[in-house]
């Protein structure tokens, strides 16, 4: 992979808040033409640097506004297993993040629900999953701040946001 320049920079943070916006809308944002923007972009994506353009959906607008950070400790620790246990979470849709921890706790998930209940449906589903020896639940109150942005080091930024 090449290292980023200061244009290539521009182009990734202008993305990531927008990713909708063009060629040639991201080309005058950084002080280039389309053809070298759209190069620009294309090789960040084929470097993976970029790795998909996505909306963000409001969670509660659409019915899903219970967010609870599941901690989890498993009895084994075997490769076969965790690799079963791991596709085997990942395919539960109600799971956005999907932690493997250090230090008391071995994973830790980010799920949304429409409500206890639907928390109650999806713990049932994860308990049949594997052999758990604790599951920790742990609702958010309040959504403070929420950020797909990295805190990309820009030229002229002091405190790299």
């Not at 033409?33 to 959906?57: F, M, N, Q």
Request: proline share 4%; net charge neutral; charged share 25%.
């Amino acid at each position: 992979m090449n290292p980023l320049d200061r244009i290539d920079l521009q182009l990734l943070d202008a993305l990531q808040h927008d990713g909708s916006l063009s060629i040639a809308q991201l080309g005058e944002r950084v002080g280039l033409s389309s053809t070298p923007c759209w190069k620009r972009v294309k090789r960040l994506e084929d470097e993976g640097y970029l790795e998909r353009r996505v909306a963000i959906v409001n969670r509660k607008k659409v019915g899903l506004p219970i967010t609870v950070f599941v901690s989890l400790r498993i009895a084994r620790h075997d490769e076969r297993w965790l690799a079963q246990f791991a596709a085997a979470v990942t395919a539960l849709p109600e799971v956005q993040e999907f932690h493997r921890m250090s230090g008391d706790v071995d994973y830790l998930l980010k799920v949304v629900t429409t409500s206890i209940e639907g928390y109650d449906a999806f713990y049932k589903k994860l308990i049949r999953v594997g052999e758990l020896s604790g599951v920790s639940s742990a609702f958010s109150m309040e959504q403070i701040k929420s950020s797909t942005a990295l805190p990309l080091a820009l030229p002229g930024r002091q405190d790299g946001a």
